[in-house]
């Protein structure tokens, strides 16, 4: 593939300090939980139509499942996958070595035993019951930890730079060390333990300002930063634009912040509380077209690389994924489409568009990248990578198609006062048809997991000094 | 190339210098911050918004009265809502009514909230809203319901919570039967707890339903597993009388918002808003005659029920109650099926009954639409007697089992007796839930339902029979040929869309190697790439 000959003579060797080994630390912790937690969602997915499969136990009814389903791929796969990715690039970009890697590995370790903890504490009926936020409160105390260390050797890595110049990747992580802490702490009322909630609807708006932003403060950042690094690396084309990437990030920290209200658009919160959210999901596209103008820019006229390098392709994939959701969510948090569309499927669509097809098919495309690169492996099979993206392709199809049908067809009979009950036999189709796109995934997921472990499992192609130094690749 | 192209080529290239200078500048200018002012930038912005979403609406919902709805909660409920939290009803059952909800209550306020937390709003709704659904169900529905869902709500797909303890079910109905409503006592669930219906006033208090020991005798000599009726003869043709005068009742008065069913999904039943009783659930939990005939003889406040004792007397209102006593396991069947059968052909003989309608698509498609609004949920979408509310479907009710249309299509067939299709659909079959729909639908309404239905039969009795009756060439090759089935259609398309991607996935490397080509000579041609830096200047 053409990326491989990406050797350029003019540059020094680049001192990364450990890096890799806290990006494989965070990758191994990443693809292991991807196939698991996926597999929750299937379970999900046919106790939709048949509603006795495994509900003879507390610990498999849907309701656990569910929180167990997202809090797993949330903080295990995604969050896993865009820290370790954080760790490959801002040593890259900022030209230094990684600092105190050990306490990078550390951080990897903690995040995720203690997110297990809470995936098993939540199975177990140990939940906060808040949406996104049921992790307990001790774990909460331990993703705080997590945090701050993480932050403290990003900024240390940071301040210590050689290249001068701050690429636009790492202004979105040096925001996302200092914003999420903060959106965490808020969000998950940690002051006032073990409940970690308020009363009434204060707590309702609490939640969702945590719900959007864990989205919009830490998905989000990471996803740009990372398409930001790796679009131009994989195309060896300059960023078209440094001031769009600087309107986009001031926009992302301003209106993103202020959505989480749109969850909550026909509760009884106050109205003005209402239009800040309406107002901020729109000129949320501030952010999101800056950034879509400007990738797409940098991608004119090479778009035809997606379909000779397959990483690319999933990346690219991830990022008009993005601009599709970012698009769609900015309609649907317009008061009247809010609600139609509220309460159906189609939000659960939605959210399965941006974290799995935004997110988590980028991280499959960075990780089928990155992977050889940090290890001095040979990729497995670019064969299977190959298979793995028709599979991913055809699972995703159906798996939306599925959801965003049982969503207007429940939307529609709501509309015309159907009760939930009635309208509940039309949709077992789609609820069939859902199940069946998203085994698919999980069969996507497995592939990929396979991959990738026999990758990590085989013998080094190059010593191992050459993995620990890099050609500096500096892409603008 | 010509003189004036390289004129051009060299001015070109020296604006591109000039710019790429200038852009280099500007590059450089947007990179010299430091990280410090971009930091505190970015997390200052931040900060700003977090104090208007979340410091500002803290402080204006600090002091909200509880609303009267809002209620502190006991232990018991308090460990119910503790188990609802815990196996995450939240996630399909909501907590919030809006404005413009349909027969969930009224639209929640901000005092509802008050001593929630954390609160249970949630964002789905697989499942009916939950904030004011207490006193809606007897609690000893909830409690079947809850152990196993379908028991008492066919289709529903709620995982069964048969593993909790009762005690937990208790602490969890207990919360459910309090949610939205004024502090309920929910009495003693052992019993039924049935106490949050309101007592029966006095000329009510003691009333019995004249027909009740006659409903005993019969359903003591009826075997509902072999659809026999060995019983005295006397009280079977007493209760054919009866049963099928509260039937042709129930049908004038009641189907319209009850269904023929008695599930509460009639057709009106959509524009009243508050949802009509659920009769089979409602008896399920039988309160006593006193209570029933109160209720259908005064309405129900607030509701679209009316006061039917100004229309009906006591006779004819407890005849009615007789009736719907079948929604809740099925009739006790004194009228032998072979002797209604009778009865059509005998019908049909004497009036040599025939359709009265050509048989047009549009005749189709309307008896197709009468079908599912009224039929389907006994006989079932398919015809084959297996709707929601039939005992051939878990959870189901009406029995004997509905008609299958795909068998009996054929017993009709075989007679080939247009009548017995007639009188059946007009006057009901005796001692049995198939109502009179003489008394809901017009002839012209009956006739093409007879049509869809006899849509069901199979293709040689359809043929033989069926066809031949009716004049439109629609009808006559109704069942001839299948060419035109969707399904086929479908196949085909589905396989052709498939055999494309297989063929695009082969080749499309090779079919993108000329594109990437001829995408290049362009670029190389007319489309100097460093061009781009103009446009970086532009914004």
Redesign the interface.
């Known amino acids: 593939m053409s990326e491989d000959k990406s050797a350029q003579k003019d540059t020094t060797p680049l001192d990364l300090g450990g890096a890799n080994e806290v990006t494989k630390t965070w990758f191994v912790f990443a693809f292991l939980w991807f196939p698991v937690f996926t597999t929750f969602g299937l379970i999900m997915a046919i106790k939709f139509f048949i509603p006795t499969f495994l509900a003879d136990s507390a610990w498999l009814t849907f309701g656990r499942i569910r929180p167990a389903h997202v809090n797993g791929l949330l903080f295990g796969f995604l969050s896993s996958g865009l820290i370790g990715t954080m760790y490959y690039v801002v040593p890259r970009v900022a030209n230094a070595p990684l600092y105190k890697p050990n306490i990078g590995k550390f951080a990897a370790g903690l995040w995720n035993v203690a997110v297990l903890a809470g995936v098993i504490m939540i199975l177990a009926g140990d939940t906060q019951a808040r949406e996104y936020a049921e992790m307990p409160w001790v774990v909460d105390v331990a993703v705080m930890v997590t945090l701050i260390l993480m932050g403290y050797t990003i900024i240390g890595t940071i301040v210590r730079r050689r290249e001068h110049n701050l690429y636009s990747s790492l202004w979105f992580y040096a925001g996302i060390v200092f914003w999420f802490p903060i959106v965490y702490f808020i969000g998950n009322v940690m002051w006032n333990p073990p409940s970690g909630a308020l009363s009434g609807l204060t707590d309702s708006i609490i939640n969702w300002f945590y719900g959007h932003n864990v989205l919009g403060l830490w998905f989000t950042p990471f996803g740009l930063a990372l398409w930001y690094y790796f679009i131009p690396r994989l195309t060896k084309r300059a960023l078209y634009s440094a001031v769009l990437s600087v309107i986009s990030f001031f926009a992302l920290a301003f209106f993103y912040t202020g959505v989480g209200g749109h969850h909550l658009l026909q509760a009884p919160i106050p109205e003005w509380l209402k239009t800040i959210a309406v107002l901020s999901s729109l000129l949320m596209m501030f952010s999101v077209l800056t950034f879509g103008t400007n990738i797409g820019m940098t991608m004119r006229g090479v778009w035809h690389m997606m379909f000779s390098n397959v990483p690319l392709r999933f990346i690219l994939f991830g990022f008009l994924c993005y601009i599709a959701v970012s698009i769609q969510g900015t309609f649907q948090a317009f008061r009247d489409m809010n609600l139609y569309l509220h309460y159906s499927q189609w939000p659960v669509m939605h959210s399965h568009l941006s974290l799995y097809a935004a997110f988590g098919v980028t991280i499959m495309g960075v990780m089928f990248w990155t992977v050889p690169r940090v290890t001095g492996k040979k990729l497995f099979s670019k064969k299977l990578m190959d298979v793995t993206w028709w599979v991913t392709l055809l699972g995703f199809t159906i798996f939306m198609a599925g959801m965003m049908l049982a969503g207007l067809e429940a939307n529609a009979a709501w509309f015309t006062h159907m009760t939930v009950a009635q309208a509940l036999p039309f949709l077992t189709p789609y609820f069939i048809v859902r199940a069946i796109g998203g085994g698919i995934v999980v069969v996507s997921a497995f592939l990929f997991a396979i991959n990738i472990i026999i990758t990590f499992l085989s013998k080094p192609l190059v010593p191992h000094e050459t993995s620990k130094t890099e050609t500096g690749v500096q892409p603008i | 190339m010509s003189d004036l192209e390289k004129k051009l080529e060299e001015e070109l290239e020296k604006v591109e210098k000039g710019i790429e200078k200038e852009a280099r500048t500007?590059?450089?200018r947007?990179?010299?911050?430091n990280?410090f002012p971009?930091?505190a930038?970015?997390?200052s912005?931040?900060?700003?918004?977090?104090s208007?979403?979340?410091v500002?609406?803290?402080m204006?919902?600090l002091d909200?009265p509880p609303s009267s709805i809002a209620h502190q909660y006991t232990p018991l409920e308090a460990r119910g809502r503790d188990l609802y939290?815990?196996?995450?009803?939240?996630?399909?059952h909501?907590q919030?009514v809006?404005?413009?909800d349909?027969?969930f209550g009224n639209?929640?306020?901000?005092g509802?909230?008050?001593?929630?937390?954390?609160?249970?709003?949630g964002?789905?709704?697989?499942?009916?809203?939950l904030a004011q659904i207490g006193g809606m169900r007897p609690t000893i529905w909830h409690i079947l319901h809850d152990k196993d869902?379908?028991s008492v709500?066919p289709?529903?797909?709620?995982?069964?919570?048969?593993?909790?303890s009762d005690d937990d079910i208790n602490a969890l109905v207990a919360y459910i039967q309090n949610q939205g409503q004024e502090n309920l006592d929910v009495g003693n669930s052992t019993t039924g707890g049935a106490s949050y219906h309101p007592s029966v006033p006095d000329p009510y208090t003691n009333v019995t339903n004249q027909f009740t020991p006659l409903m005993q005798v019969v359903l003591a000599g009826y075997d509902p597993v072999n659809d026999v009726y060995n019983g005295s003869s006397l009280a079977g043709t007493q209760w054919t009388e009866i049963f099928d005068i509260g039937k042709a009742n129930f049908t004038q008065r009641c189907l319209a918002c009850h269904g023929c069913s008695g599930n509460s999904?009639g057709p009106y039943a959509?524009?009243v808003v508050t949802?009509p009783a659920n009769l089979h659930e409602r008896l399920s939990s039988f309160p006593g005659d006193s209570y029933d005939i109160w209720r259908v003889s005064e309405g129900v406040p607030g509701t679209a029920m009316p006061a039917w004792h100004l229309s009906l007397n006591d006779t004819e209102i407890q005849r009615i109650i007789i009736y719907i006593m079948s929604f809740v396991f099925g009739s006790a069947r004194t009228f032998p099926g072979s002797m209604s059968d009778a009865e059509g052909d005998a019908f049909g003989n004497r009036t040599n009954a025939t359709p009265q309608i050509s048989g047009t698509q549009s005749d189709f498609d309307q008896g197709g639409q009468i079908f599912r609004l009224y039929c389907a949920q006994c006989h079932g979408e398919t015809g084959q007697g297996d709707g929601?509310a039939s005992i051939a479907t878990d959870g189901g009710y009406i029995s004997p089992q509905p008609a299958n249309f795909t068998e009996s299509g054929r017993d009709f067939a075989e007679n080939g007796n247009y009548g017995r299709y007639l009188w059946k659909a007009r006057e009901g079959v005796e001692t049995t839930n198939m109502p009179p729909w003489k008394w809901a639908l017009s002839d012209d309404e009956i006739y093409k339902v007879i049509f869809y239905v006899q849509g069901f039969a199979p293709a040689e009795n359809y043929n033989a029979v069926w066809g031949p009756q009716y004049t439109d060439p629609f009808a006559r090759n109704l069942k001839k040929t299948v060419t035109t089935g969707s399904m086929e259609t479908d196949l085909v398309i589905l396989t052709t869309w498939l055999a494309g991607l297989l063929m695009w996935?082969l080749r499309?490397?090779q079919i993108?190697n000329l594109?990437?080509i001829a995408?290049l000579k362009t670029?190389v041609q007319n489309?100097p790439?460093r061009r781009?830096f103009a446009?970086?200047l532009t914004?």
């Open positions: 500007i590059r450089t947007v990179h010299q911050h990280l971009i930091v930038a970015g997390v912005v931040m900060l700003l918004m977090t208007m979403v979340v500002a609406p803290y204006f919902l909200v939290l815990s196996l995450g009803c939240f996630y399909c909501s919030q809006r404005p413009y349909w027969g639209a929640s306020a901000e509802d909230y008050v001593f929630d937390s954390p609160h249970a709003l964002t789905e709704r697989t499942g009916p809203d869902p379908r709500s289709g529903s797909i709620m995982p069964n919570f048969g593993f909790l999904q959509r524009h949802q929601p996935n499309y490397r993108l594109a990437r995408k670029l489309y790439q781009q446009w970086t914004c």
